[in-house]
Each structure stands twice: as C-alpha cells, then as structure tokens.
C-alpha cells in the first residue's frame, strides 16, 4: 500500500475508533465528517451539557510528535468556523467545546492507545 493510501486508511479507521470510544463513555455522536466550505468536523458528539467538535488524530506507532500538535492556529480556526455553521443549521442550548482524540495505532491497525483531550482549544475566529 502506498503512504497517502496507508494516511487515509489509518484515518478512517482512527475516526471509526474515536466513535466507539465515545460512545461507550456515554456520548452520544449527532454526525460524522460533517463537511461545510470551511472544513471538515471529523465527528459532532454531546454529552448532558456540552455539544463537542471532536478532531480525531490518529498515528502509526514509532511517531515522535503527539497527534495532537498537528492541530494548529489554522486548523482549529477552520474547525471553528465549521462549527459555527453546524450550530447555525442545527441551534442549541449545549455548550460548544473543542476536544482532540488522539489514536495510537499498533501495528495490526488497532489501537495501543486513546487519549481523549478535552477542551483541547477555544473557538477561534
């Protein structure tokens, strides 16, 4: 398999994952890959109180940098932006919050680890 072929299978299935981890914490997921002209929100969740923007992050194991770092200033403002517009199209009283999972990936493509971090940044405009 080619590099961007094995980045695109890697994702989709730490998308896949990053679901049913949630899920099975008690969140209920209201879309996946929800696409607008800004971006992509790889999955839309609420809890009781918040309704979450969750960018899923997944990664081979023998990578230097978290996941997490490669979500930066610009990517959180499109996440931003597509979020506003989900909010816009489907209003509600929940608190909007910002959260990164972070797949690890084994070799077999399951995960070795989930690292959910929550809160991981505010909107941004």
């Not at 790889?42 to 490669?70: H, L, N, T």
């Not at 070799?107 to 680890?113: A, K, L, V, W, Y």
Request: proline residues 4%.
């Amino acid at each position: 398999m080619d590099e961007y072929r094995e980045r695109m299978f890697t994702g989709l299935w730490g998308e896949i994952y990053a679901a049913r981890y949630l899920r099975d914490n008690g969140y209920k997921i209201l879309s996946a890959n929800y696409r607008t002209r800004f971006g992509e929100i790889d999955i839309v969740a609420s809890d009781d109180s918040c309704i979450i923007f969750v960018e899923v992050k997944s990664r081979k194991e023998g990578m230097i940098a978290p996941p997490a770092e490669s979500v930066i200033y610009a990517k959180q403002r499109r996440i931003s932006a597509a979020a506003r517009q989900y909010l816009d199209s489907f209003p509600t009283q929940l608190v909007p919050r910002f959260d990164i999972i972070e797949i690890y990936m084994g070799g077999d493509s399951t995960p070795n680890e989930i690292k959910h971090i929550k809160s991981a940044f505010e909107t941004v405009r």
